[in-house]
């Protein structure tokens, strides 16, 4: 099968209404787009990977900003029809009394929820298996009519591409928890590599350690866990298919003095170590690279991979693992499970 793109992610575009009127109230707003899809294949473009989306995009005042920003970043939207008489998601960001941002989504029975309801599955499927790589969330699997068919994608993609599942739990999208919890050892022989945040793991499982939230994971199945734990070292897990115990080891993060924004940081992170894996780089350093880009995403305003560059993240990346750069790999400290 001819390989097309080298990643291709499933979920929603939004458009965004950022409050840039705190003090006196009056409701301004600063209009752009986001989402976690959007977000992490525009990191991975300014990695210089080739990007593609699985979504469907609305039939509104937003559609022409929307998709003028998905071309300007150079995703292919082949499989991201524009839907008549459908509108698009639409989330407001607005801080708290402390200054902390808060979100609220309008987002119910948008385009993107159709995007497989409107789209003959086995295309779908040939499209995800030509890329190198294939990204999804909890989000698109929450928001999405005919989830099965996500769910059928994925399985049927897997062997053809690198399957990378990022939790990001939203609690709100879920009418039970329990739905997602007893998704995560079905979707684990069919992932390639998980990526957890320590609020997702909180969000499901409560409090623990993130070795054993790590281990728990590698139990239902997953053979690669990526616990990503903010300014505290991310912490990674191996298990290897003959093996029923858990190699883990952490992955230092770099320091950012001055963190200016951190939406879009965990969707940064998921480019980097993406972009380091399909470039054969071992988990160690796909975590470092993860880290890295998004140590480059909280150093500047917006969440689309704005102030990523390959030049930048090398800056990051070379301190944490002492040698290599980001165009081959360097001798693996750990391996991957087979």
């Avoid at 039970?176 to 022989?189: C, G, I, M, T």
């Avoid at 350690?209 to 997953?222: I, K, P, S, W």
Wanted: charged fraction near 20%.
């Amino acid at each position: 099968m001819e390989t097309k793109l080298d990643i291709i992610g499933i979920g929603e575009c939004l458009a965004e209404l950022n409050s840039v009127d705190e003090e006196s109230g009056r409701g301004m707003y600063q209009l752009g787009y986001s989402g976690d899809v959007l977000n992490s294949l525009s990191a991975a473009g300014a990695l210089g990977l080739t990007t593609g989306l699985i979504s469907a995009i609305g039939d509104d005042p937003f559609t022409d900003g929307l998709v003028e920003v998905l071309e300007s970043e150079h995703i292919d939207l082949s499989h991201a029809p524009i839907l008549e008489g459908k509108s698009n998601g639409v989330y407001f960001i607005h801080p708290d009394e402390s200054g902390n941002p808060h979100f609220h989504f309008l987002r119910r029975d948008s385009a993107a929820t159709y995007a497989f309801a409107a789209q003959p599955l086995d295309e779908l499927v040939r499209y995800a298996s030509s890329a190198r790589a294939l990204l999804f969330s909890s989000i698109p699997l929450a928001v999405m009519k005919e989830r099965e068919k996500m769910v059928s994608l994925i399985e049927s993609a897997h062997g053809h591409t690198r399957v990378c599942f990022d939790l990001n739990v939203r609690p709100k999208l879920w009418d039970k928890l329990d739905d997602l919890r007893n998704l995560l050892p079905v979707l684990a022989p069919h992932a390639d590599v998980l990526f957890v945040s320590a609020q997702d793991d909180m969000h499901l499982f409560g409090s623990r350690e993130a070795a054993a939230a790590v281990d728990h994971y590698c139990n239902l199945g997953f053979k690669e866990v990526a616990f990503c734990r903010g300014a505290d070292s991310t912490v990674v897990g191996l298990r290897n298919s003959a093996s029923t115990s858990t190699a883990i080891f952490e992955v230092p993060v770099p320091r950012v003095p001055v963190v200016i924004d951190p939406t879009g940081a965990g969707d940064a992170f998921n480019a980097g170590y993406i972009a380091a894996m399909l470039r054969g780089h071992p988990p160690y350093e796909c975590a470092a690279m993860g880290n890295a880009t998004a140590a480059c995403s909280l150093e500047v305003r917006g969440g689309r991979g704005t102030g990523i560059t390959v030049q930048r993240v090398e800056r990051h990346y070379r301190p944490l693992v002492k040698w290599g750069t980001f165009k081959g790999p360097a001798l693996a400290m750990s391996r991957r499970a087979n």
